[in-house]
């Protein structure tokens, strides 16, 4: 059998995809659509689509689910040359800066197409200055309010929006470190930084080798392909940009005081400032060349040693914030953090049922798949109307489908759950004759953010009272670099949790939220959570470590985590209706 690599796949997927983003700003009807569905198909394809075309030709292209003969014919343009002549000529015609524009809270394609055709608008810098000639308003569909709401949220991008998710630079970082483990002058490795404490966005990326030879290292470095920019090359250090956007700081050092540079160059800085106090409280001055008594080096090989010495338990990454670790450390009270392999399953993912493209037999079979021994299917409500939310007669029917695959997957438990919008007086959009048959019941905020701190907390206090709610949802509605959080009272919000026993979510998704210090707050107020990936396409099902990382961040151990419960320990912790 010929063993073909799957990476082809995902590089035509990205291509489809980004043809259908530029078609739509042309205001094309169903082309935009077709592209991406053909994105989505070849992107959870089994095979390799080389090998596909190396066995059947285009024919093999066509029997893709989704693939009609124009887009077959532009797959095979990419396998013979490497590139699609279409989406050039599309991006030549195009300098709106779309990447950018879709950052702004309230612009889609479809709107930053309108722009630009009614007022010319390419760039956020234009849009700004739009607004300010109050142009904004008068168009319709936007108006006073509209143009005042992206104003803010054009702010928010500018100030926020250089910092990079995890999940943006993860695959390039781990590309650029298998580069040069490859070198054989590299003889110890290790990302810093916030990157190894796991925060959810990263200023920069900090790299730091071990070797006798740095030159070497660092002429390799500016040359890697990739590199845009050099800002500063010397023997110890070099930083450097990439073309993606995000910048490179390089360190060598030599392996004597890897331990010791590693640990200082990975901070935080408030942790670092707080360690070295302790040092010199115990006779000891700490700094990125060892750990030293009386000028005689004792600790700088390795990290572990730093912290023995200085009378600590280690402290893992995550925890280096200043946030109580070095209390803990020395007490040895330092909590066995959660892992990704303690997860047994996922409470938020969305079936074709209502909004998405996926199937709950696909979502089931990628459960199956991950090992995981229950999986809930939670889709979104009837005041959903863009995710063509469910109504009550739906979920019914929803639920003998479920019935029906959980007969055929006696594997897994397949679990019924709804998202359940919590509107604007607190009240849910589904009726608890029909909550009571759901195996359990996400709530969140969907709509209606900008309300008064106490009415917020008011209309989720309300929501929360309901007796079949699970587990409130994305709790603070905000979305990494793009929306801030409602005004909310959060510490009531967790003691009527702690209360109620009603879960609090961490969601793995661009809305990681809660986030790592509102997830330690609540764990302090005694609340349980659930990890969940808030799955709209089947590869969100892998996201879960980047909800795992903020947990990790929060302290939650195993045992905050109700999603680590085995399968028999699990139903009485999520259904409420047995409970009351
Ligand atoms: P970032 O890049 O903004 O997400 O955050 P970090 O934590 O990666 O910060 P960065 O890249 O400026 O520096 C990496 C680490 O180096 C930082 O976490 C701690 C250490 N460091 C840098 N500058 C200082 C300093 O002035 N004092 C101390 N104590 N440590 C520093
Ligand atoms: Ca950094
Ligand atoms: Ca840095």
Redesign the pocket.
Known sequence: MTFYLKMKNEKIAKILFEIGEYLELDNIPFKPRAYQMAALSIDNLEEDIQGIYNEKGIKGVLEIQGVGKGIALKIEEYLKTGKIKYLEELKRRKTIDVKNLLKVEGLGPKRISFLNKELGITNILELKQAIKKNKLKELKGFGEKSQQNILESIAFVETSGL?YMLSEVQKDVSMILEKFKKLKEVEKIEV??????K?E??????ILIASSKPKKIMDEFTSFEGVSRVWGKGKTKTSLRMEKGFNI?LRVVPLGSFGSALQ??????E???AL?RLAISKGYKLNEYGLFKEGVLKAGKDEVGIYKKLGLQFIPPELRENRGEIEAGLKRKIPKLIELKDIRGDFHTHSNFAGTLISMEEIVLKAIQKGYEYIGISDHTKALKIENGLDEKELALQAKEIEKLNKKYREIRIFHGAEVNILKDGSLDIKNSALKELDFVNIGVHANFKMKKEEMTERVLKAMSNPYVTCLVHPTGRIVNKREAYDIDLEKIFEFANLRKILLEVSSSHRLDLNDYNIKKAKEKGCKFLINTDTHMLKHMDRMKYGIYQARRGWLTKKDVINTLPLNKIYGKISRSNNL
């Open positions: 910092r810093a930084g916030s990157y190894r404490r925060k966005t990263i200023g920069d990326v900090d700081d200082y160059f990975t901070g935080s800085k942790h670092n400032v070295r």
